[in-house]
Each structure stands twice: as C-alpha cells, then as structure tokens.
C-alpha cells in the first residue's frame, strides 16, 4: 500500500505562482511514475503532468506546458508542482497519482496509476 499526501494549495490571483507538494508513503520501492492530474467542477479529471521516478523523464499537458514544472526528491519520496502564471482556467482540485506497475509509457492515463491522494484544491481569481 502507498499513501499519498498533497498540500500547498490555496488562493491565488491570475498571474501568481504555488507549489504542490505530494509526499508519499508506504511501499514506494517499485514505484515507476508520478503524475499530476486535476478536475474542476462539472468536468473529468484531466492530466497535467506526470515523472518516471528513476529517469526523471517528465509529460506535460500541452495547457500547462511552460508554465508548470513537475520535479521529484527521490530520498524524500516527495513529487512537486511548481506552477507559474496561473490563470482562473487553472482552478481545480488537484491530485497526484502513484504507478507501481510498468504499463508502458501512458501517463496521461489515469487507470495507469494504483494510488491516488485525496487532493488539493486551487482556486485562480480573475
């Protein structure tokens, strides 16, 4: 079992900046990604950005492409989302995601993952 914590998230103003934390816990030896996805109300959860947890190869969804940065500290098995010029689109409750079995380079899938945090809502004013 993995257990997986977000925080960081909050209100910000259009243009400003937050990062997301996600710790996890638990049997996170085999781990194969992380990703990032999000959903705002009256929508499905989309993908944001995911990272392979050896390589550090790293997917971005084209919408935040530039603006959001995913990183990863093995040692503290802690993921990041550092998210820049934030925009009221942006708004969502925001969750990250465990993979543990290699099913190929998906990871903009969310039935790919096998844990998933409670998440962390964002909210952009205008």
């Known amino acids: 079992q993995v257990q997986l914590v977000e925080s960081g998230g909050g209100l910000v103003q259009a243009g400003g900046s937050l990062r997301l934390s996600c710790a996890a816990s638990?049997?996170?030896?085999?781990?194969?990604?992380m990703a990032w996805f999000r959903q705002a109300p009256g929508k499905e959860r989309e993908f944001v950005a995911a990272i392979t947890w050896t390589s550090g190869n790293t997917y971005y969804a084209d919408s935040v492409k530039g603006r959001f940065t995913i990183s990863r500290d093995n040692a503290k098995n802690t993921m990041y989302l550092q998210m820049n010029s934030l925009k009221p689109e942006d708004t969502a409750v925001y969750y990250c995601?465990?993979?543990?079995?290699?099913?190929?380079?998906?990871?903009?899938?969310?039935?790919?993952?096998?844990?998933w945090g409670q998440g962390t809502q964002v909210t952009v004013s205008s």
């Open positions: 995601a465990d993979q543990t079995l290699n099913r190929g380079s998906y990871y903009s899938v969310p039935n790919v993952y096998d844990y």
């Open positions: 638990g049997r996170t030896f085999s781990r194969v990604a």
